[in-house]
């Protein structure tokens, strides 16, 4: 319904006239639902938002504050955020940058390291910096296809040109004139990669005013805005917002710098006031200065590399003897430019992290628009330069880009070794045996989101040449490092499938204990064998969630075995594998020419599935919750690494529930559940980590089918680790978390205080029932991960919260016993 609550109910926002008003704001989870669904009624009104976001009530809901009658249980209101996330096909195409989304990743795994500034900055510069790196390995890789492979090398042979129709006005012979030189040619060919660095940069800035723009709640808006926001009208305040400022308002402290590794230490009021998480902090949502430098550099980075691209054979024909002296000054005037352009990069880059501690809104202005515009007026001058008329200039052979592909991937590497070693240093000094791969799974992912730029990189180079010029007798082809790469890919699928078969073991041996373990459950029922054979196999599955952390460790040890021994193979023998087995014995000929055919199609094959599969995702629900959790995951957290990759919807959807609950609870004094299922369990303990301490003790979390502990916690222990829960746990009024042994992805949060009860139930029982009962007549399903508010348990422990909470204000909790 498009009419909101205020609208409907003008009274709506007056301050509750009894005491017995209560609240629960449901956030759902993962591949998004509606608010009928959510609300159980199809009767709803959105109460405040917009076609993105919203909160939804029953209709007849909509007064409740008005109303003296008492009500059996609190009234319900259902954030809805899916749009976030989802929406039409072409966002798909976000999946195309999964390699950015994967090292932005990266940035937000590092180990626990309290007192450890200087390591902890240390880390985000290494992030960001491996960052860059695929900027310029994407921008290089889309430069491979255009620039050598269709217009220096397929353009400038006859046979091939001959095929394509398409690049006959570019062939020297034809009457082609201008457009046949070389130099013209490349020209040409570079407006590709830099309309491809244009359109990043723009997602980029739309997604940066939709998301980022969006400021928190502090104080100071609370007191201001709180009662409008109960209007419907938090809408306005996005709008707003979304503008931004471009320089800092009057009166507004400047603040610090956690993560700019040449900065000195911070001052005192920049340190954390409390040892919980730093999703706490005012400013963790809102990082959009941090993303507009580094979509300046980035974007510079990109263009930076076209103008290298086409210059680099443009300069070598000027360099050798009796070459145009002026066209040979001129060469090295511009090398020196694109190094200093490359350098003040690099600089961005480095010299300044997140500003977390307070709202920084200052947004480096000229900056931001002035190191885009120089990598531009350098690729033009660049263009310029290429285009000079050149006697006797011909293309042959191909570009020398091996050079440039080694360098990158060497980089990429040692960027992963240094971080590999500072997360073990971070580690070793606060050790925690949950957090996954003993703190390296920063630098895992890291490794994991190059070898994956990588791969798509050499497996696009290589169809493209295969479709150019199938039998590869008129053209030289790709980077033999890219053929490499694309070759390593069957031997890294056999080390997978070895560990799928041994994880595929370990699974039906825990599937049969787990059959004991149900028939114990279920006591004085008759054994029905097919159902507990079914209960156990759902259990056994949902563990295999336990062994991410050994999957990870074996992608990512072979990943860098196999890219260390393609960049040596690469290096050493100037040839693509087939060619270098070509002379050894005939088992090592066959293995290296099947693996180099196997690997290109399979990247072809895997590129166009992936493509298909996103779409698809993006349209249907089931296919959707699929991968859901994993996308959801990575677009979680903020742009601190890469400003390219997938926006983060937290930084709109955690502000939305904050205002919300800040403005329902200081409008009518109740008490407030917040509920959150999956990912939104996520979302509800951000947004409590956010609210004023006032506003957090008169607000219950209850949170089910959680990944709060076993993926965020293990993945994220710097933010989500084990003395960061304890903290949200004394800083809510309560909380409890349901969760079931069949849940693939929700588990217990593990927190415990002698002073109030613990915040895990015990395992909920699923099926609800084992056979056929008066309750249950038809057998029961297996819920899994779905529909908690099925369980009676949940109405229960609602309650129980609700009770614990003070009609009007809790007092204090009592303070933790102490040891001894």
Known sequence: MERTAAEQAPGVAARRRGPETDLELLVHGVGGTTPEEMLDDPRTVRITG?????????????????????????????????????????????????????????????????????????????VRLAALTLTVLLVAAVCEVTVDLVAWQCAGVRACSGRHSWLGFLSPGTSGGWWTAPGSR???????????????????????????????MTDGTEASHGTEASHGTEASHGTEASHGTEEEPHGTEVACETESIWSPEPARDCEPQTDGSALARPGFWYGRRLVARLRAAHTAAGLLTVAAAVATPAARFDHRPGGPPALNVLSWLLAAALCGGAVAVAAVVCSRGRSEHRL???????????????????????????????????????????PAFAALMLAQGLLVLALAAVAHDLYRRDPDPRTGMRGLGGPAVTLLACALGGVMSGGIAQRVADWLDGTRASLAGPPVLLTWQASAIPALLA??????????????????????????????????????????????????????????????????????????????????????????????RVAA???????????????????????????????????????????????????????????????????RMAAWTRR?????????????????????????PAVRRRVALLTYGSPLERLYGRWFPAHFGPSALAALHQDVACWRNLYRRTDPIGGPVRVRDTAVPDVDHEPLQDPLAYGRTLQHPLPAPVLGHGDYQADPAFARERARLLARLHPDLPGQRPEPKQPG
């Not at 008005?66 to 259902?78: D, I």
């Not at 040409?188 to 244009?198: E, K």
């Not at 202005?365 to 033009?380: C, D, I, S, T």
Request: hydrophobic letters at 45%.
């Open 495 to 588: 080390v997978l499938l070895v560990l799928a078969a041994g994880l595929a073991v370990r699974t039906a041996r825990l599937s049969r204990a787990e059959r004991a373990r149900v028939h114990h459950e279920h006591p004085g029922e008759p054994e029905d064998p097919a159902r507990s054979r079914a209960i156990a196999h759902v259990r056994a599955m949902a563990a295999l969630t336990d062994r991410a952390p050994l999957v990870v460790a074996v992608l990512s040890a072979t990943t860098l075995i196999l890219g260390a021994g393609a960049l040596a193979g690469a290096a050493a023998t100037g040839k693509t594998p087939d060619g270098a087995a070509h002379r050894t014995y005939d088992a090592v």
């Open 668 to 692: 009518t004094g109740g008490r407030l559940v917040l509920s959150g299922h999956s990912q939104g369990s996520v979302l509800a303990a951000a947004a409590a980590w956010q609210l004023t």
């Open 50 to 126: 917009d076609r993105t976001a919203a909160v939804f009530r029953r209709a007849a809901d909509v007064g409740a504050e008005e109303e003296e009658r008492p009500r059996n249980g609190p009234v319900q209101e259902a954030y809805v955020w899916c749009n976030l996330t989802s929406g039409d096909g072409s966002r798909a195409l976000w999946l195309l940058l999964l390699p950015f989304m994967v090292v932005n990743l990266a940035h937000w795994m590092r180990p626990a390291a309290p007192g450890r500034r200087r390591a902890v900055r240390l880390y985000g510069l290494l």
């Open 360 to 402: 920084d809104q200052t947004l480096d202005r000229h900056l931001v628009r002035g190191l885009p515009l120089a990598g531009l007026a350098l690729l033009l001058l660049t263009l310029l330069y290429v285009c000079w008329p050149r006697p006797g200039w011909r293309s042959a052979g191909r570009l020398p880009a091996d």
């Open 186 to 216: 490349l020209a040409l060919a570079a407006t590709a990669p830099a309309a491809l660095t244009g359109l990043l940069w723009y997602l980029s800035h739309r997604t940066w005013s939709a998301y980022e723009s969006h400021r928190p």
């Open 593 to 659: 020419e099947t693996s180099q055919a196997l690997g290109s199609w399979l990247i072809g094959l895997g590129f166009l599935m992936f493509v298909t599969w996103g779409r698809r995702a993006y349209k249907d629900a089931s296919a959707r919750r699929t991968i859901g959790i994993l996308w959801d995951v990575g677009t979680f957290w903020p742009r601190a690494a890469h400003p390219f990759a997938p926006p983060c919807y937290a930084e709109r959807a955690v502000p939305d529930l904050t205002w």
